[in-house]
Every structure is written in structure tokens, then in C-alpha cells.
């Protein structure tokens, strides 16, 4: 089943029963996000908020809060259809009229993907608009308080090349609502939106730009979707969709726009113009910091008569994004092998804010293979942000963490496998390195025979300043000790009482708290936000032919540490008014069960 707009979808989730209608009125400062927040921890249904303050649109959230949902939007067809396409390559080579004949299903899939012209006349998105305040009266959501303002947080924002209209971006950057006509623009160094950007500004140019709200839910995926720059985000939302999407031209506006889309937010980018944006809380779950970003001039704004305004929450995983992401690679993880010849399964990990930590499967067909796929998967994309990357060349899900750190760690060694690049590039959200966009990198391989059994209990004594101990997988170990205030030098001592006394532990985490063992989600989130490899790796190291060879044990500190973006934890007095109203939400139904 593929839907064509939203509306569909949302109809389908009501006759599924996993959508609730909330007719209570709900503040969209605060209130709406920590209703949001609750059901998701649950796995619950859908919400549709039909009375917000100060709005007169309905608001729905947690569109792909289940695995269950995102299967229901996008159904299985195209994780075939991809699967479908890559194999073809192999079947085609050489081609032949067998081959291509028994080929049609596929090449007729095939041209059903593209774009098509809607008439204006039939077009939703055409059915209203404003030009004066055009951003006055949307439900725009502040979700946090530390929050610099309300922020649209499911924007589809649409660019075209300066050089080649022909060359477009849909990319999802949030926009921080200054006033009614507008928004910040959080282009990120890694995102192409803002080589757009970049390139108008070299013209003395502004940009155009066009941000959907809604429409089909593949439009929603392809904006998210790590695709390779050439490759375009509309395409990959028909190939989602399995038809072509119908797109209508702007009467106002430059662009062609989704005719199927909820909202239409249409203006331009004024070149070397910034402005402070944020805080705002965000998917690392931190608050990322107050930062000069590229100002949005709305100058009109499309939508249907009863149009449906979109947003998520984000914050600690997991939220909407951890199941849309797993989707995703899921759908993309046939091309992988394709476009990096030697990898055949890859893995980056949404609980730990995505790129702070991925994993893959690779080919060791010759010695150090392994290592020049890895600086491959460092060069491609997105994967460019990439901060700890692990490889192995044995057969493991990499969805499971703990597996495949047990296959890696028998397999380490530290000498020859282990490398740390400094001065490198790291996301915009990742603070952990004190310097905006700029960090460190670590590449940790384990490939071949096992070289070590790993030890499952901690037997080996008290370790001085450690007051917990406790372990995440064979051979990794999680000890709490005091604070980074308290104790900066910690992780030095440790490092030197676990080496005197010859641990069997290859891999020592320092972390606030030890429990973080009993969630991968928990675990991958506090290690891998806390930690820039450069300055938190301990190890002791011989340096030969320009090489650090590292040496057993290895100690990671990944305590909070100055400087740090505050974590995310919502207000008190929100939490006991959401408490109190509950029942005014959601009845008598079983939904009250999701009540704090």
C-alpha cells in the first residue's frame, strides 16, 4: 500500500486503531510535546491534536513512532523494488534481450518513477494562501524550555542548485520562528541545502526556498534519507511511492511544489546574512547551543482549506527519527555494496545521535583491506561526520551492538587497529570536542581469528576511586567513578592500576553511572555523546614509522564534562499539569494507561 498524501495515512491509522484524537485544547508551548514524549516511550498510537492553542490547524505528531507504523506507510515494496535494483546489475551483465525481457516487471516499476505535472486546478496545496504575517497563527512547537522559540520540526525545505536548476535538495533542517513572515535556517556544514547556499553567496545571491509540510509520507523519507549528492531526494520519494509524483508550479514562487502537500512555505535566503538561532533541544538529547545561522524570508505560504500541520519532537532516543532511520537503512542497505565496493552490510547507530557511531561488515579478501574501506565509508556522504566507525569482516547483525563489540573486541589488536585523527570534521549538534563542527575520529577494527577469549564477570578487585562495576558484553566494562569536576585525572589512574594489574578487560568505559549496562539504547547514547576520541581515548602507545601502536587496556572516559550542552528533562510544572489532565486527553479509553 502506498499513500498519496497524508490525509490517507492518517485515515488508515483511525480505521487501525492507532491513532488518537485529542479534541482537548493543548498548549503548543511545552504541554503538547510532553503528551507527545509519553506515549512514545510507550510505543503509542498517533496523535491528532484538533484543538491548539492559537492555531486554528490540527497538529498531528508521532506519525512513525512504531516499527509497526513505518511498515504501514511505506509497506514492504520498496525494500524489494531496491533489492530488485541492485541485483539487476548483475543479471544484465552482459545484457541480452533474455536477460532485459526477463527484466519488464522491474523496467516498468522503473518508469513509473519520476515527477509529473498536477493542474493547477486540482491541486490541494492551491486551495489557500497568504501573503500577509504568512507564518501568523501555525502551531509551530516549542518542546523544550531552554528552547530559543518555537521551531517547525518536520520541514521538507527545497532547494535548487544556483549553477543547475535541474540539481535540487529536499533535506529536513529545523526552523527556529522569529516572528510572523521569519524562521532561522539551520543549514549544517555536511547538508545540501547549504551547498546551495554557499554557492548563491559566492553569486552575492539570495536562494530560493520552498519547505513542504506533508504530503505523501515517502516525500517525508526521501528528505531524511543519507543519499549520495547527485542522487535526487524527489526520485527517491516516487521510487517510495511506486508512481510519479505530481508536482504543480508555484503561481508566486520559483518552484514546483508537491500538489498532494499539507503546507507550503515559500521565500528566499538573503546571502551573508545570520542571526542567532537556538538553543534548541535536539536528537543528540542535549540542547544544542546558541549559534549564527542564515535568516528565511517567508514570503507566502500554500495550504489545503483543511490543512493538517505535521511535527515531531525530538530529544533522548528513541523518538520518531530512531524508527524512520532503521527504516531507511534498511531500504538503502542494498546499494551499500554498490556504491563502496567491500562493504557488505553498514550500520549507524540513531541512539547514539547517529553520527557520533557506525558499524560495518567488510571484505578482508587481502591484509589492511579492511582499513581502506574504512577510510572509503569515512569519505562517503553523510558517513563523512562519522566519529567512531567498527568493522569486522565476520557475519553479524550489526543491529545488535553488543554482538558485534564481542566480535570485534576477540579479534582487536590494539597495535595495528586502532586509529585516532584529530582535526577533523564532526557535526554541528556533537559538542564534545569544544569547537563548533570540528573534532576527532576513531577506527577500531577487528577482523580474522579470534586472538583473545573475553571475560563475562568482573573478579578482579576493588580499583581505586571506582565505586561500580559493571559489564556491558564480554570484554567491555562500565565503571563509575567521581565526576569529571571532581576527578579530571581519573582516567589516567585507572588506566595505570588496570595495566599493572594485567586486566582481561580490553575495553574500560568510565561513565557516571554503571547502569547504562542494561540498555543498548542507554549505552550507546551516554558513551558515544560523551566522548571525543582524541581527547578521551586513554591507552599506552609506542610510536614507530609514524604510527601509534597502541597496548591493553583501553580506557574511554565518557563522563559529563565543561562545556557540555545541558541534557534534556522537562519542566516540573508542565510534567504535573500533563499528569493532572491526562484523563482530559485521552477519556476513559486505555490510553490512560500511558500516564506517568
Known amino acids: 500500500m ?19 484524537v485529542i479534541d482537548a485544547q493543548v498548549d503548543p508551548y511545552l504541554e503538547l510535546a510532553e503528551i507527545h514524549r509519553r506515549i512514545i516511550e510507550q510505543e503509542g498510537p498517533a496523535l491528532l491534536f484538533t484543538n491548539v492553542k492559537g492555531s ?3 497538529v498531528l505528531t508521532n506519525m512513525f ?14 525494500e524489494a523494488l531496491m533489492k530488485q535494483i541492485v541485483g539487476v546489475m548483475d543479471r544484465l551483465l552482459p545484457p541480452s534481450a533474455k536477460a532485459i525481457w526477463g527484466e519488464r516487471s522491474l523496467i516498468w516499476d522503473m518508469l513509473k518513477v519520476g515527477m509529473k505535472e498536477a493542474p ?28 530559543g522559540g518555537p521551531f517547525v520540526t518536520l520541514p521538507l525545505v527545497y532547494t535548487e542548485s544556483p549553477h543547475n536548476p535541474k540539481l535540487h535538495n529536499l533535506g529536513m533542517y529545523r526552523m527556529q520562528v522569529f516572528d510572523d513572515s521569519t524562521t532561522g535556517m539551520h543549514w549544517q556544514i555536511h547538508k545540501g541545502g547549504g551547498f546551495h547556499y554557499h554557492e548563491a ?11 513542504f509540510l506533508g504530503g505523501p509520507p515517502a516525500l517525508i523519507a526521501s528528505a531524511i534519507a543519507p543519499l549520495p549528492e547527485n542522487l535526487p531526494e524527489l526520485l527517491m520519494a516516487s521510487l517510495i511511492l511506486g508512481s510519479k509524483l505530481p508536482l ?10 508537491p500538489a498532494e502537500a499539507e503546507f507550503v512555505i515559500s521565500g528566499k535566503v538573503e546571502p551573508h546574512v545570520r542571526r542567532p538561532e537556538g538553543p534548541f533541544g535536539d536528537h543528540f538529547g542535549y540542547y544544542s547551543l546558541v549559534h549564527d545561522f542564515p535568516v528565511f524570508n517567508v514570503s507566502h505560504v500554500w495550504h489545503r482549506k483543511d490543512a493538517i500541520y505535521p511535527a515531531t519532537i525530538v530529544g533522548k532516543p528513541r523518538q520518531e527519527d530512531y524508527y524512520l532511520g532503521e527504516y531507511l537503512q534498511r531500504l538503502l542497505a542494498p546499494a551499500f555494496p554498490m556504491a563502496m565496493p567491500g562493504v557488505k552490510s553498514l550500520w549507524a547507530y540513531a541512539e547514539s545521535g547517529v553520527h557520533a557511531l557506525a558499524a560495518a561488515v567488510v ?3 587481502y591484509s589492511r583491506e579492511a582499513l581502506s574501506t574504512a577510510f572509503r565509508i569515512l569519505g562517503e556522504g553523510q558517513l563523512r561526520l562519522t566519529k567512531f566507525l567498527m568493522l569486522t569482516n565476520q557475519p553479524v547483525d550489526l543491529s545488535r551492538f553488543d554482538v558485534l563489540m564481542e566480535t570485534v573486541l576477540e579479534r582487536f589488536k590494539p597495535e595495528t587497529d586502532l586509529f585516532v585523527f584529530d582535526e577533523t570534521s564532526h557535526d554541528t549538534l556533537d559538542y564534545t570536542s569544544g569547537k563548533l563542527n570540528h573534532g576527532s575520529k576513531a577506527v577500531m577494527l577487528g577482523v580474522g581469528e579470534p586472538v583473545r577469549s573475553l571475560p563475562s564477570v568482573y573478579e578482579e578487585g576493588r580499583l581505586e576511586g571506582i565505586t561500580d562495576a559493571k559489564p556491558y558484553c564480554k570484554g ?23 595495566s599493572a594489574a594485567g586486566t582481561a578487560w580490553p575495553l574500560v568505559i568510565l561513565a557516571d553511572d554503571a547502569d547504562i549496562v542494561h540498555s543498548q539504547t542507554a549505552f550507546l547514547w551516554t558513551v558515544f555523546t560523551r566522548f571525543n576520541p582524541a581527547d578521551d581515548i586513554y591507552a599506552k602507545a609506542d610510536i614507530r614509522r609514524h604510527h601509534f601502536g597502541y597496548k591493553l587496556p583501553i580506557v574511554i572516559d565518557a563522563r559529563m564534562k565543561p562545556g557540555y550542552p545541558d541534557e534534556l528533562f522537562p519542566r516540573e510544572d508542565i510534567v504535573q499539569l500533563v499528569d493532572k489532565r491526562w484523563n482530559e486527553y485521552f477519556g476513559t479509553t486505555s490510553f490512560g494507561a500511558f500516564a506517568r
Open 2 to 20: 502506498s499513500f498519496n498524501n497524508m490525509r490517507e495515512f492518517v485515515d488508515v491509522l483511525k480505521k487501525e486503531q492507532d491513532l488518537v
Open 56 to 58: 486554528t490547524f490540527p
Open 65 to 78: 513512532g512504531t516499527s509497526r507504523r513505518v511498515d504501514l506507510a511505506f509497506g514492504p515494496r520498496p
Open 120 to 147: 493547477p486546478a486540482t491541486a490541494p496545496i492551491l486551495q489557500a494562501s497568504r501573503k500577509d504575517r504568512p507564518l501568523a497563527g501555525l502551531p509551530a512547537i516549542t518542546s523544550w524550555q531552554e528552547d
Open 201 to 211: 553567496e559566492k553569486r552575492n545571491e539570495a536562494l530560493p526556498v520552498s519547505v
Open 248 to 257: 504543480v508550479q508555484d503561481p508566486y514562487g520559483r518552484h514546483r511544489i
Open 363 to 365: 571484505r578482508e579478501a
Open 476 to 498: 567491555c566494562l562500565v565503571v563509575k567513578g567521581a565526576s569529571y569536576e571532581a576527578d579530571p585525572g581519573l582516567p589516567g589512574r585507572l588506566l595505570e592500576q588496570l
